[in-house]
Each structure stands twice: as C-alpha cells, then as structure tokens.
C-alpha cells in the first residue's frame, strides 16, 4: 500500500514529507521518538550533531513565515548540514522566470533537500514530483491544505504535557476553513487515537465535509471548551479569504475569542495552543497567550527538535537518529 503514496520511495521508505494524511500512526510515533531525542541534543551544550554534514539544505519561503523558516534554518545547523535561504521575494521567479527553471538552478546548486513554503495548496507536492529523485522535498505549508512539521511539533507538544492521546479532548477554534494547521493537526490527532477531537468556530470558516475527517463540530464555543485537555487557537487567515465572512474582528472576538473567563470552562490543568502569529484581541486575550496555561513559545521550541527529526528520517538517517538518541538519553 505505501508505494502508492507519492511520500515513500519504491522500498517504502518516506522521501518527502508532504502531508500528514496516509501516514500511519508508527511513522508519526516514530519522528516523535526521535524528536525527543533531539530535545536531548538541544539541551546539551554543543549542539550540533554530524546526521546531514556535507548536505545542503534549501529554504525555498515563497510565503512569508518567522517560526518555520528559522527552525528548519536552526534544525539544519544542529544537524551539520549547509543552509542556503533563497530570498524568493526578490528572486528571478518575481523576474518572470518559471517556478521550475528555479528549481533547476537550485538542484544546479547540487542542493540535497527543499524546504518549500507557498500560498498555493499542491505546490510542495508538485515540486516533488518534479525535482530530481536524489532530493527530498519538505512542505513548510502550502496554501490551505497541509503544514505537515507544524502538526509534528503540536503533536510533540500535547504528548509532553499530556502523554496518552486516546484519552485527551482537544479543541480547536476558529478559521478552520482557511487553515493547514488545523488540517495536519486533525489528521495526525485522529491517526494518534485522540479520544475526541471538536473543532468550533462561525459555519462560514468551517469547511462543508468537516465532520469526514473525524472531528466533532460545534457552533457554541463555551460547550466545545467543557472538559477540554488541550485548546488551540487559530487566528483569522483574511490572506487566504476571497470574501467576507465574519462581520468583523471585535465581533469574532466577542462570539470566539479565547478569554480567560471561557478558559476556565477547560480542564485546569488544559493547555494553550496557537500556531502564530497570534493575534491578541482577535482569536485570543493577551492574558491567555501569556498565562500560565500557555505552550505557545515551547510549541516554537519543541519546533527544532521535531524538524531535526522529519529532516534525518527522510534522508535515511533513522538508523543514526536511534544512536542519537541513546546518545542524548
Ligand atoms: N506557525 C507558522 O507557520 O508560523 P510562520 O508563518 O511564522 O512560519
């Protein structure tokens, strides 16, 4: 069955890293394992470790992005490898030039692995198709449809602070629609066994099948949060909306915005989440994103770790990865 999936190689060995969707639950077991083995690797004082040396690892951001870009950049020197940053707001492609005369310019760089951000959903997976099969593609969130190491490092997240999925309610609120976040976090939550997954947020960001992917839908956000381990927040992606659908931002923040009052409707001891950028008054208070419940900078942090771990594991390093970390251990 794996070597249909256009991720694995013809032995059945993940080459790309495209979209959460297809991958069973050991294969995200497994970059989690090894992401927390990383963890061990960031916490000692020399960081880096030889897995990708003599690699060159391309950044190819034609989207604009702070956390990502800089923790695959960060990932890829911990790993030893060679970071190229490919400023693509002023690159030839701005110039007319085509996206795959780029790519071939950059595979003529002898670049060994793409780090792809772009607004159009599929371009990660259309780069894959098209590069030379020596490289591996890396999607860093395409458009709506995936963002594949964001829903690693939140998954990375709630197993720190919570351990066992099947038994966490997680919820999830606000721009569903628009969001890549909250489809790889769906998929892989469902993949991991989550015991309930809701999602909540106004019927226009919601998309029309959402209950297909295994979620339960709710429109009151103060039911949704009853009894909830983890709660993430999404903020309103106005880039990818081609019309209006919500009166405005007060008014989101009024029917969905994540207070401290609503807060207390979760567990005690739930947990914040948000993707970012967030923004404060919109989605969610300043007092939340900065309160005690709040993950939101460990979920950057962990964000390293988790990248080492997808990088290595696609460049065939698993083997080399496990001595890591029996080495960090
Ligand atoms: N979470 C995330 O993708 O953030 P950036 O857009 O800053 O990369």
């Given at each position: ?37 990383f ?16 690699k ?76 030379s099969?020596?490289?591996?593609v890396?999607?860093?969130?395409d ?37 890549r ?12 066994g ?8 106004p ?12 979620v ?17 927040g999404?903020r ?5 909306m ?21 807060l ?44 080492m ?17 029996q080495?960090?251990?």
């Amino acid at each position: 069955m794996r070597n249909h999936d256009p991720q694995f190689n013809q032995f059945g060995k993940l080459h790309h890293f495209l979209t959460l969707d297809g991958l069973d639950k050991e294969t995200l077991t497994g970059i989690l394992d090894a992401a927390e083995g990383f963890t061990g690797v960031n916490d000692k004082k020399i960081k880096n470790v030889p897995l990708l040396r003599g690699k060159t690892v391309a950044n190819l951001f034609f989207e604009n992005s702070t956390r990502t870009r800089t923790a695959f950049e960060l990932a890829a020197k911990r790993l030893s490898a060679d970071i190229l940053n490919v400023d693509l707001v002023t690159s030839s492609t701005k110039k007319g030039e085509s996206l795959l005369d780029t790519l071939r310019v950059l595979e003529s760089l002898q670049s060994d692995m793409f780090v792809v951000r772009h607004s159009d959903s599929g371009a990660a997976d259309f780069i894959a198709r098209h590069v030379s099969p020596s490289i591996n593609v890396i999607n860093g969130g395409d458009g709506q449809h995936a963002h594949p190491t964001q829903g690693m490092l939140d998954m990375f997240t709630i197993r720190r602070h919570k351990g066992d999925f099947e038994k966490l309610c997680v919820v999830i609120i606000g721009d569903i629609l628009h969001s890549r976040v909250a489809r790889s976090g769906i998929s892989a939550l469902v993949t991991l066994g989550t015991g309930e997954v809701r999602v909540v947020g106004p019927q226009t960001l919601m998309p029309a099948d959402v209950e297909t992917l295994g979620v339960k839908v709710y429109r009151s956000i103060d039911k949704a949060l009853q009894g909830a381990d983890v709660v993430m927040g999404l903020r309103l992606q106005n880039e990818r909306m081609t019309s209006a659908t919500i009166p405005s931002s007060g008014e989101f923040y009024r029917t969905y915005g994540l207070t401290p009052e609503r807060l207390k409707l979760a567990k005690p001891d739930a947990i914040v989440m948000h993707p970012g950028p967030t923004n404060r008054g919109v989605e969610i208070a300043g007092s939340v994103a900065d309160g005690k419940q709040s993950v939101i900078l460990e979920q950057v942090t962990f964000g390293i770790a988790v990248r080492m771990a997808v990088m290595s594991i696609i460049m065939g390093h698993g083997e080399a990865v496990r001595e890591a970390e029996q080495a960090a251990s």
